[in-house]
């Protein structure tokens, strides 16, 4: 298995590509797929996922 990788783009959201687990300040598992998208602007109503809501800035 590779390294996950991690990077932003320039509008904001955060790519995360591999093997990870997600978790909630908790410490409790958030289910994703093996490539997704967290939001880095603030404005996702499907925290802490982007839901494209950076393009409406
Ligand atoms: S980065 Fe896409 S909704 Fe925040």
């Given amino acids: 298995?590779?390294?996950?990788?991690i990077f932003?783009?320039?509008?904001g959201p955060i790519v995360v590509r591999g093997e990870i687990n997600l978790t909630d300040p908790e410490g409790n598992s958030i289910g994703?797929?093996?490539?997704?998208?967290?939001?880095g602007c603030g404005l996702s109503k499907n925290m802490p996922f982007c839901d494209g809501a950076h393009k409406e800035k």
């Avoid at 994703?32 to 939001?39: D, M, V, W």
């Fill in 1 to 5: 298995m590779s390294k996950p990788t």
């Fill in 8 to 11: 932003r783009k320039p509008q």
């Fill in 32 to 39: 994703h797929g093996p490539r997704f998208s967290l939001c």
